[in-house]
Every structure is written in structure tokens, then in C-alpha cells.
């Protein structure tokens, strides 16, 4: 499958600063990249939906002035949690598909850890 | 919207038998269904998906089944090993739309 690396793999914060993260697809160009966040022992939530050249669709509940996400490339997507609180501590994943295809292929993911 | 049901939420098995894990899914037009593994600290990884033109599809130990008319379908691992010990997901998508993700099978494969 297609290869998808985050960066940072891990990030410790302290609360009211911003954090970036970083989603590229290595060997395919991504038209739609999906954002996730996942708590202990529970399953994906979608939070958002970037199509490549347009802005991003915030599944109903997520703030969209609080998770800042920009899909300026093909290969490269951001995630920027602005003003972090320690309820905003998670594993961060993204996601590359294609149009027209059903699969995506997932990032390794993203801790982020608010002090 | 698509809702994805997933059981059991925790299954333990002896290292050799079969695991099954089972989901439902409620949208009919959802025409794909991949499987995920998630290792503890990392993201998921697909390891099977069928589409809806198809019953049944297999890859070594792991095979996938899907019922279009009941709207199920299931994850069948044969002989299992150690290493299959992690979290499984299934989902649920429409072409060019957003996956639904099941809630998660922790699969234990006991010694």
C-alpha cells in the first residue's frame, strides 16, 4: 500500500500554545486527506475532510477556529490545534485517498500531550 | 449517515484456533468495507477489504465475508499467532466519502 508519514510522532505542549502537525503521502499524490483523533481505548473520530486546493469540512462538533487544517499540496496536509488545553491531548491520525478510490491509507499518528 | 456495529469488543482466543469478528453496517449504498489492524501506539494498517460486487475474499490466514442483503460482514483469522494480537476495526464507506469505523475488537491470542 501506499506510504503516509506524520510528523512529530510525538509532541509534549504546554496549555494555551499552538501545535502543527504534519501529514505527507510519500509515493502517490492524496486529492482528500482525513483527520482523526483517538482516545485510550476507543475507536477513529473524524474530525475533518481537506480536499486539496479547498478548505476543509469539520465533522459537526469540531471547532473549526480551534483545529486549523490546510491542504496546500497533493502530498502534504496540516493539522495546527490552536491554543491547546490539556482536554486537547489525543492521538492525532491522518489519512491520503484518492477521488474515485475507496482507500486510504493511514499515517503512523501523532501524541500530543498538553501540560 | 452510515452507523458500523462491531462485536465482540474483547475476544480471546488459543494460539492456533480462529477468530471471527463481526460487524453490521446500515447505509446500503456503502459498496466498501476494509479491515484495520492497530498495533498499541501506532495507526491502523489495512489488511483486507472487499468490495460489494463480492461475497467473499481471502489472504492467507485472514479472509472477509460480506452479506449485501443482511448488510453484514466478517473478519475470519485461521491458526492464529501471537503477533495477530492488537485491535481490529472494520468500516464502511461510499466511494469518494468518508469512512465509518466500527468500535474495535481487542483480539487476545493466549499462549
Known amino acids: 500500500g501506499a506510504v503516509v508519514s506524520q510528523h512529530p510522532s510525538w509532541v509534549i505542549c504546554k496549555s494555551g500554545t499552538s501545535v502543527k502537525i504534519e501529514c505527507r503521502s510519500l509515493?502517490?499524490?492524496?486529492?482528500?486527506m482525513f483527520w482523526y483523533r483517538q482516545f485510550p481505548k476507543q475507536s477513529l473520530m473524524l474530525m475533518a475532510t481537506?480536499?486539496?486546493?479547498?478548505?476543509?469540512?469539520?465533522e459537526q462538533g469540531v471547532e473549526k477556529d480551534k483545529f486549523l487544517i490546510n491542504h496546500a499540496s497533493l502530498t502534504l496536509s496540516t493539522l495546527t490545534v490552536t491554543s491547546a488545553h490539556p482536554e486537547d491531548s489525543s492521538f492525532y491520525i491522518c489519512s491520503a485517498g484518492r477521488r474515485n478510490y475507496n482507500e486510504q491509507f493511514f499515517g503512523p499518528g501523532t501524541r500530543l500531550t498538553v501540560l | 449517515g452510515e452507523n458500523v456495529e462491531q462485536h465482540p469488543s474483547t475476544l480471546s482466543v488459543q494460539e492456533g484456533d480462529s477468530a471471527v469478528i463481526k460487524c453490521t453496517y446500515s447505509?446500503?449504498?456503502?459498496?466498501?468495507f476494509p479491515w484495520y489492524k492497530q498495533e498499541l501506539g501506532k495507526g491502523p494498517q489495512l489488511i483486507i477489504d472487499?468490495?460489494?460486487?463480492?461475497g467473499e475474499k481471502k489472504d492467507q490466514r485472514i479472509a472477509v465475508t460480506l452479506n449485501k442483503t443482511a448488510k453484514h460482514f466478517s473478519l475470519h483469522i485461521t491458526e492464529t499467532q501471537p503477533e495477530d494480537s492488537a485491535v481490529y476495526f472494520c468500516a464502511a464507506s461510499i466511494r469518494d466519502d468518508k469512512i465509518i469505523f466500527g468500535k474495535g475488537t481487542r483480539l487476545h491470542i493466549l499462549p
Open positions: 481537506s480536499n486539496e486546493g479547498s478548505k476543509a469540512t469539520y
Open positions: 472487499i468490495r460489494s460486487n463480492v
Open positions: 447505509d446500503s449504498a456503502s459498496n466498501y
Open positions: 509515493d502517490f499524490q492524496a486529492t482528500t
